[in-house]
């Protein structure tokens, strides 16, 4: 591919995947999870306690086996559809916890709400599926919680979905949710959300989840992402180097599992309140990896997922309208 990318110019792309492979071999991603150390091992990869370290032919193995694109069904196979080609798909946002009504109150969100940001998506012109966590319902047990709202997705639309990733029990039950409608899970009927932990390192129980989905075959977002300046460099390429090691050591995984799952590359960034230490939303730093991660996931020949819409505003003002395309 020699043709500039979204005027992000090819040498500024190769330098990032040649820093992200020299940071895999030489410092390496923490795996906290034996079954996914034995699997490394058994593939001759060199560990040294959780560390794991990659090669440069292990990245481009795993990456040659990704699919450039994949169909995701729905429950109405009309509202199927491919990704990874020149479309794009929107979904809603991810995991809110509070509700603000018209009269400027903030309450926790609740199943009902949960409810109606479905029947929304399912009406929606815009939405072509739905998200994991449309609305947290904070009245549901946590154990169970997942199964609420995916039970909300299957029954209040017909587009495609997401599955849990919280542990490995909720991925497993996604799986087990999804075969009541579909019979089995031999087609990607689920999409399904996997973090890496900044810096360089993956949590126990997204592990779980990823290796979970890999076995089954269902498509996985693997995302990257630091608060710049507290838990990943506080430059822009820093970020882009530290995240996409992760990503690609996360994507290694899932193709060492099961060689040819479909992969959906996520990266992502914005810097730290130095005054306060909280995580800053909206920023000119967040563009710029949604710039970049197209670019990135164009350069890898991998379907890519970014965000947008992101404010500041607690309200739907002018603010919110600027910030957000």
């Known amino acids: 591919m020699n043709r500039v990318l979204f005027d992000i110019d090819r040498k500024m792309l190769d330098k990032i995947h040649n820093s992200s492979l020299e940071l895999l071999k030489e410092t390496g991603i923490r795996f906290p999870n034996k079954e996914a150390l034995d699997i490394f091992k058994h593939h001759g990869f060199k560990t040294d306690g959780e560390m794991v370290f990659f090669l440069k032919s292990d990245i481009e193995k795993a990456l040659e086996t990704v699919p450039e694109t994949f169909k995701l069904h729905a429950r109405n196979e009309d509202n199927s559809f491919v990704i990874g080609d020149d479309s794009y798909r929107m979904a809603p946002g991810y995991g809110p916890p509070f509700i603000i009504e018209n009269s400027g109150e903030m309450r926790q969100s609740v199943l009902e709400d949960t409810h109606k940001f479905c029947k929304l998506v399912q009406t929606s012109k815009a939405l072509d599926f739905n998200s994991s966590i449309v609305a947290h319902p904070n009245d549901m047990p946590a154990q169970t919680a997942h199964l609420d709202m995916l039970l909300s997705t299957m029954m209040l639309?017909?587009?495609?979905?997401?599955?849990?990733?919280?542990?490995?029990?909720?991925?497993?039950?996604?799986?087990?949710?999804?075969?009541?409608?579909?019979?089995?899970?031999?087609?990607?009927?689920?999409?399904?959300?996997?973090?890496?932990?900044?810096?360089?390192?993956?949590?126990?129980?997204?592990?779980?989840?990823?290796?979970?989905?890999?076995?089954?075959?269902?498509?996985?977002?693997?995302?990257?992402?630091?608060?710049?300046?507290?838990?990943?460099?506080?430059?822009?390429?820093?970020?882009?180097?530290?995240?996409?090691?992760?990503?690609?050591?996360?994507?290694?995984?899932?193709?060492?599992?099961?060689?040819?799952?479909?992969?959906?590359?996520?990266?992502?960034?914005?810097?730290?309140?130095?005054?306060?230490?909280?995580?800053?939303?909206?920023?000119?730093?967040?563009?710029?990896?949604?710039?970049?991660?197209?670019?990135?996931?164009?350069?890898?020949?991998?379907?890519?997922?970014?965000?947008?819409?992101?404010?500041?505003?607690?309200?739907l003002d002018y603010q919110a309208g600027m910030n957000s395309p």
């Open 157 to 315: 639309t017909d587009k495609p979905l997401m599955g849990s990733t919280s542990s490995k029990q909720c991925a497993q039950e996604s799986l087990e949710m999804a075969k009541i409608i579909w019979g089995n899970t031999e087609k990607t009927v689920m999409l399904n959300l996997v973090d890496s932990l900044s810096p360089l390192q993956y949590a126990e129980e997204m592990i779980d989840a990823l290796m979970v989905y890999a076995k089954a075959g269902q498509p996985l977002i693997v995302h990257s992402s630091c608060s710049m300046g507290s838990s990943g460099p506080i430059t822009i390429a820093g970020s882009l180097v530290i995240s996409n090691a992760c990503t690609l050591a996360g994507i290694c995984l899932a193709q060492l599992i099961n060689p040819g799952t479909p992969i959906v590359y996520g990266l992502g960034g914005s810097p730290t309140d130095m005054k306060t230490g909280g995580y800053i939303n909206a920023s000119p730093e967040d563009a710029k990896h949604t710039a970049i991660v197209t670019a990135l996931s164009q350069y890898y020949n991998i379907p890519c997922r970014s965000q947008g819409a992101l404010t500041e505003s607690f309200s």
